[in-house]
């Protein structure tokens, strides 16, 4: 949600001293300094979610002395939009597109005290209703998509505790490092050396963070200029990666400033060639069981199983057997061939 920051707001109370004190001295300027550090995406969410981005790492913050408590996100400063309005339009998308399903994260909460949590957390079941997914079930895109679940939402706080249609805090693994070389390695240091937890969700962050020597040695740069110069390097990364239920298995890849390369195109990439591959194994298994059956079986083919296959539209299938097929004929030449008998 860093897209829409608003230059004229107050520092968020969890910035570092120095920040803080540079405001007091130079409250407009400052303002402007930070929101080049602290602006992270350039598209909106509805933009965002039309570009094919599904995960949203969501910092919700209550204003100081808001005697309203309108909830705005947060990232350095607070948005100018506040959370109600996103996440109306956010329900309406998912309405107009009732395949798709999302996760929220919903974090750190600066500012709200119980009775926030709770009003917030029935606008949440109100807004999404039996779009939310429950925390007790295991959920697949079959299951969501047969119960019309399209939202997973986290939310990382206790007053959710009671709450089963909230998930609880998701892992997510930020390297907080200045150079794509240190977030790559961060990364990899830890699929080697813990993995991931195959029964809860982790986020893998591509993101880079400046600290206070970096920003005074690029003093006219902006985070945007950081990231797109690291970007080479951290898409070359992701295409390594495989996504499924090894230890070593991505789960959820974020990103910066999403929109400006392909990173979307092979996170997505990244499940087709999973998909692919469990389809291949699937098909493989049916060969084997129906190679097993047509052995016991007389009168029937492998032409017409072949056949049968292509015209229900499972065309790799029928390639499976049409070549399961050729290695059978072959195997049949070479043991009647009377040379290799003899």
Not at 201 to 209: C, D, E, P, S
Request: hydrophobic share 35%; aromatic share 12%.
């Amino acid at each position: 949600m860093a897209y829409c920051l608003d230059s004229s707001s107050m520092l968020e109370p969890n910035e570092p001293t120095w920040l803080k004190e540079l405001e007091h001295i130079l409250p407009g300027p400052i303002n402007y300094f930070i929101m080049n550090w602290a602006t992270t995406q350039e598209l909106t969410i509805i933009e965002q979610l039309e570009a094919g981005v599904r995960y949203f790492d969501l910092r919700i913050a209550c204003k100081p002395d808001d005697r309203n408590h309108t909830l705005y996100f947060v990232h350095g400063l607070y948005t100018t939009v506040t959370v109600e309005e996103t996440f109306k339009d956010v329900a309406q998308w998912l309405t107009q597109h009732p395949k798709e399903v999302i996760i929220l994260a919903c974090s750190h909460f600066d500012g709200l005290d119980n009775d926030d949590h709770q009003k917030f957390i029935a606008r949440l079941n109100q807004l999404f209703s039996k779009k939310l997914c429950p925390y007790t079930v295991i959920p697949s895109l079959q299951l969501c998509w047969d119960q019309k679940y399209q939202v997973i939402l986290s939310y990382d706080n206790d007053a959710a505790s009671s709450h089963q249609e909230l998930w609880p805090k998701m892992d997510y693994w930020w390297a907080n490092k200045t150079s794509a070389s240190q977030v790559m390695e961060y990364l990899d240091n830890r699929l080697q050396s813990s993995g991931r937890d195959c029964s809860l969700f982790f986020v893998a962050g591509l993101n880079l963070t400046e600290d206070a020597s970096y920003v005074f040695e690029h003093l006219f740069s902006s985070m945007k200029e950081m990231t797109l110069q690291a970007y080479p390097d951290l898409l070359g990364w992701v295409k390594n990666q495989c996504c499924g239920q090894g230890k070593t298995c991505i789960n959820i890849i974020a990103a910066d400033f999403v929109g400006v390369n392909d990173f979307v195109h092979l996170v997505y990439q990244l499940n087709w060639n999973k998909s692919v591959q469990q389809k291949e194994e699937a098909n493989e298994v049916v060969v084997r069981a129906v190679s097993i059956k047509l052995g016991e079986a007389a009168g029937i083919s492998y032409s017409e199983i072949t056949t049968k296959a292509y015209k229900c539209g499972c065309t790799k299938l029928a390639i499976k057997f049409c070549k399961h097929q050729e290695q059978n004929t072959l195997k049949d030449l070479f043991n009647q061939d009377d040379d290799h008998k003899k």
